[in-house]
């Protein structure tokens, strides 16, 4: 289990709701993933995986320029209101990142769990090399409330196995993963369907490690 997964197990046993779905994980090797899958996860969260060291410095600086041009534009004020704000930063993190934010963090943002997440990725890109830390990833990653990994992921939404998701199906699960339990919630969203055809262009030129 990792530290993401504790969180959320402890907030089901003692915030749970109506309706709530049974805890779904299981543990698959990585030849038993769908080469899709693969391709599409790193298309949609992370398409320098195969070459970067853990950070992708260039995702994360564009990720700040577009949170302060938001700030910018939600303010009534205009740019010197917005510069008093702090803005946060949004998306920009590599699949190494995200892993070491999900095993061993807690979901806090502040500048200490972000600079505590930069040593945890410099540690596992250091210890383990690209394909298991995939491997890792895309069995521990959320896919829905209580939905962990792919096998749990491919089972839930199209009874199939992990190994057997097509293109379209591998698609529609990476686009999921931002925001996993709201796409769950809405799984007939516009944007979903648009953003699926866009991965599914991308994946061919996904690089495998």
């Known amino acids: 289990s990792t530290a993401f997964m504790r969180s959320e197990l402890w907030r089901r046993t003692h915030q749970a709701t109506p309706g709530q779905g049974p805890w779904s994980q299981q543990w698959v090797d990585a030849e038993r993933i769908s080469v899709h899958l693969k391709r599409a996860v790193i298309a949609s969260e992370d398409d320098g995986f195969a070459q970067h ?7 994360m600086e564009s990720a700040w320029s577009k949170n302060q041009k938001q700030a910018k534009r939600n303010s009534p004020h205009g740019v010197e209101r917005a510069t008093e704000r702090p803005v946060k930063i949004v998306g920009g993190s590599t699949i190494t990142q995200q892993l070491a934010k999900n095993l061993l963090l ?3 943002r502040s500048l200490v769990r972000k600079g505590q997440e930069f040593i945890l990725t410099l540690c596992l890109e250091a210890l383990l090399d690209k394909r298991r830390i995939l491997e890792l990833y895309l069995n521990s990653v959320e896919w829905g409330d209580g939905v962990f990994g792919a096998e749990a992921a491919a089972r839930r ?3 199939v196995s992990a190994q057997q998701l097509n293109p379209e199906q591998a698609a529609r699960l990476a686009v999921m993963l931002p925001a ?9 969203s516009a944007y979903l369907s648009r ?6 262009a991308r ?3 996904a690089n495998l490690p």
């Open 203 to 205: 994946m061919a030129s």
């Open 53 to 59: 060291r853990g950070v992708d410095w260039s995702a």
């Open 195 to 200: 953003r699926t055809g866009t991965i599914l």
């Open 157 to 159: 939404y199209f009874g």
């Open 180 to 188: 996993p339990k709201a796409f769950e919630r809405r799984p007939q």
């Open 106 to 108: 807690s979901g806090e």
